[in-house]
């Protein structure tokens, strides 16, 4: 389920899985990651992390299945306010599954809404202070919930400015984006990038090129 323009078949995810086992990459935590970066370790080579977003079930139906199968982990960004409100998306027990098998579940904030649309009348303080209610309360779902939650971030529909970027920085996350690009310490660690491959970006060659840059 989803959109879309964000969609994969598990066939063409498999392929996608099968290609970095046969190249020899390592599949790591995204957390894992975040560490190297934020002690200014070089990351290494060959090495990717797997994420979803948006709290869709299909997640668990589709994709879990085939990471438990091969023992990868993965990261999981869930907007918790959509959590358990219908079949389209998980439930915390689903959650629970999955941390439990390796995924980490990590902040998409509650509302899934445009970070970057300020509200008509609404001053700078109050959009911030909007924006970081719903950072905040994704935060405390998931750590009442799953019993922690680590200090990454990414942002919905992949979407920031100035200001979104200084609520996450003034809350303390590192934050992830949508757009095309490797993770390196050169990075801005608030707007990390994430090559999609998900909609029109599910082709095998072109997924090749992407993680083998």
Do not use: C
Not at 10 to 29: H, N
Not at 69 to 85: I, M, Q, S, W
Request: hydrophobic letters at 40%; glycine letters at 6%; proline letters at 6%.
């Amino acid at each position: 389920s989803g959109p879309v323009s964000t969609r994969i078949s598990p066939v063409a995810f498999e392929a996608q899985l099968d290609y970095l086992r046969e190249a020899g990459f390592s599949v790591v935590p995204l957390t894992d990651l975040v560490v190297l970066l934020e002690k200014g370790k070089p990351l290494p080579e060959k090495t990717v992390a797997i994420t979803f977003d948006d709290s869709y079930a299909s997640v668990y139906r589709n994709a879990f299945p085939i990471l438990k199968k091969r023992n990868l982990p993965f990261t999981f960004f869930v907007n918790t306010d959509a959590v358990g409100t219908s079949p389209s998306f998980v439930t915390w027990e689903q959650l629970r599954e999955m941390q439990k098998h390796g995924a980490t579940i990590a902040n998409h904030t509650a509302t899934h809404a445009h970070m970057v649309r300020k509200r008509p009348n609404e001053s700078l303080e109050d959009w911030k202070a909007r924006l970081a209610t719903a950072i905040n309360r994704d935060q405390k779902a998931i750590e009442k919930n799953l019993g922690g939650a680590p200090n990454i971030f990414a942002y919905p529909f992949g979407e920031y400015n100035q200001v979104a970027k200084s609520v996450v920085r003034e809350l303390g996350y590192i934050g992830f984006g949508q757009h095309s690009g490797v993770m390196s310490s050169d990075a801005d660690s608030l707007i990390i990038p994430r090559f999609p491959f998900g909609g029109s970006f599910t082709d095998l060659a072109d997924f090749k090129l992407k993680v083998n840059s």
